[in-house]
């Protein structure tokens, strides 16, 4: 059974920094795509960031491009997002997401194409 478990979520005044941790269990992470995607109040889920199952390629949505980073451990089947200057803007849901991939440079943004998702962590920045 894939279970994926996010954690690091908070409050955080207006350029802070926060870094959120997935954990993956019931999978072999390093034949899996990951992502983060957020889900601020009464919008919809979009796209924050994701890696490659091997880790060398990312992609970033453009609001958090030079502010985020994402990262991977496959030893520990993590996925981490560090996230700087901070934005009441930022203020979401966050979801890790994987999907299993046997290309070593893909890196899906799309929500639809990942399969397994967490229960989300939530992200307040205060202004």
């Known amino acids: 059974q894939v279970q994926l478990v996010e954690s690091g979520g908070g409050l955080v005044q207006a350029g802070g920094s926060l870094r959120l941790s997935c954990a993956a269990s019931?999978?072999?992470?390093?034949?899996?795509?990951m992502a983060w995607f957020r889900q601020p109040p009464g919008k919809e889920r979009e796209f924050v960031a994701a890696?490659?199952?091997?880790?060398?390629?990312?992609e970033y949505a453009n609001p958090v491009k030079g502010r985020f980073t994402i990262s991977r451990d496959n030893a520990k089947n993590t996925v981490d997002i560090q996230m700087s200057g901070l934005k009441p803007e930022d203020t979401a849901v966050y979801y890790c997401?994987?999907?299993?991939?046997?290309?070593?440079?893909?890196?899906?943004?799309?929500?639809?194409?990942?399969?397994?998702w967490g229960q989300g962590t939530q992200v307040t920045v205060s202004s």
């Open positions: 890696i490659s199952r091997t880790g060398g390629s990312t």
């Open positions: 997401a994987a999907r299993y991939t046997s290309y070593s440079t893909v890196v899906p943004t799309t929500a639809a194409t990942y399969v397994y």
């Open positions: 019931g999978l072999t992470s390093g034949n899996y795509a």
